[in-house]
């Protein structure tokens, strides 16, 4: 693994770039995205669109659906119809 890939994702992390820091993580090593996986799971309470972020990056469309507020159907529909392509 590329040595500034951990130090560039801490700093995503510390600077609410949570975005950007799991994208990166994507490109390093296993672990690295595991330990990055696990930060985002203790954070979804307090930042619960930081789920949102990983199931997009990892194209996990089952967490969106099984956790999707149902308000926001319009949403869900939108942001599934966008990544099923390799679904159907």
């Given amino acids: ?3 500034w890939l951990r130090v560039r994702v801490s700093l995503c992390i510390a600077s ?4 950007d820091a799991i994208l ?3 490109k390093g090593v296993v672990e690295l995205l595991q330990n ?3 930060y985002f799971e203790r954070q979804t309470t307090i930042l619960p669109y930081l789920r949102l972020y990983q199931s997009i990056v990892t194209n996990d469309l089952t967490d969106i659906i099984q956790n ?3 308000r926001e159907w ?3 529909f939108v942001g599934i119809g966008g990544k099923s392509s390799n679904y159907f």
Avoid: K
Wanted: hydrophobic share 55%; charged share 20%.
């Fill in 1 to 3: 693994m590329r040595p």
């Fill in 16 to 19: 609410d770039h949570f975005a």
């Fill in 24 to 26: 990166l993580a994507v």
């Fill in 36 to 38: 990055t996986q696990a």
């Fill in 68 to 70: 999707a507020d149902l």
């Fill in 74 to 76: 319009q949403e869900i």
